[in-house]
């Protein structure tokens, strides 16, 4: 009987990402549609270019979402190496930098001695960017946000330290919900794949939230 629960859960689940999926794609394509035919009507001649980047923006929106999704499929290979936290850091620190200074915020990296873990370089790309940009749409412009690296407790920790809104109390439990959002344009894809990621790696997330900000912490386990 418990196994047949499983089953229809599961079913359900995926029942309801696929409504989901479908409702959020549709959306910015139908948007993609409507603007196609207006241009071609030509009735609208001035507004051209703002169709333009309206239809860049959806289309955007509607890649964001499969991107995202495809990320939380099960069974992906990883590829995983001995290699350094800090150094994928460093790589990436520029695209990061660049991301805060549109909205003027800053990013410090504190990064302490941590030895080298089994890490898949594209899996913590994905991981670091998901939770900076998290980061970054909480706080106000002028916020400043503190990447630090430490080695605890038999654990290296990468923690994500913002200085923004903070997360709500009823909210806490529900991240990592797929397409669970508080923002317009969000996917609530982010924290979810960033779950599975995390899982992959012997480790696991820890939230710190307040309203002086938030802290998400990925805590890599030294032994198994
Ligand atoms: P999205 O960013 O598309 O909304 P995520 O899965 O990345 O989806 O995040 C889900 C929700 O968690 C966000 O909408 C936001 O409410 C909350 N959240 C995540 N990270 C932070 C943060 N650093 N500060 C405040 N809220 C956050
Ligand atoms: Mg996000």
């Keep these: 009987v ?3 629960m499983a089953r229809l859960e599961r079913l359900r689940i995926v029942g309801e990402l696929a409504a989901t999926i479908g ?22 001649c001035q507004n051209y270019k703002r169709y333009y980047d309206l239809m860049i923006e959806e289309l955007d929106r509607a ?9 939380l499929a099960k069974n992906k290979r990883v590829e995983k190496e001995m290699q350094n936290i800090n150094s994928l850091l460093l790589n990436h620190y520029p695209l990061l930098q660049a991301d805060g200074l549109k909205g003027n915020k800053q990013i410090v990296l504190e990064l302490g001695t941590v030895p080298d873990l089994l890490l898949d370089a594209k899996e913590m790309r994905q991981l670091i960017i998901n939770l900076v940009r998290n980061g970054l749409e909480a706080m106000s412009a002028g ?12 654990e290296v920790v990468l923690a994500i330290q913002d200085d923004g809104c903070g997360i709500d109390p009823d909210a806490m439990d529900k991240l990592g ?7 317009d344009n969000g ?9 599975s990621i995390v899982a992959r790696h ?8 307040g309203p002086g900000g938030t802290t998400f912490a ?3 386990k030294l032994s198994h």
């Design 2 to 4: 418990e196994l047949e």
């Design 23 to 44: 409702h959020e794609v549709r959306n910015p394509l139908a948007s993609v549609r409507g603007f196609l035919q207006l241009l071609r009507d030509k009735k609208d």
């Design 63 to 71: 890649n964001a979402i499969i991107t995202d999704f495809l990320a």
């Design 143 to 154: 916020g400043r946000m503190v990447i630090r690296t430490t080695l605890e407790k038999g």
């Design 177 to 183: 919900t797929p397409f669970f959002t508080t923002k």
């Design 187 to 195: 996917t609530g894809l982010g924290l979810a794949v960033c779950y």
């Design 202 to 209: 012997n480790a696991y997330l820890t939230v710190d939230s």
């Design 218 to 220: 990925v805590r890599f």
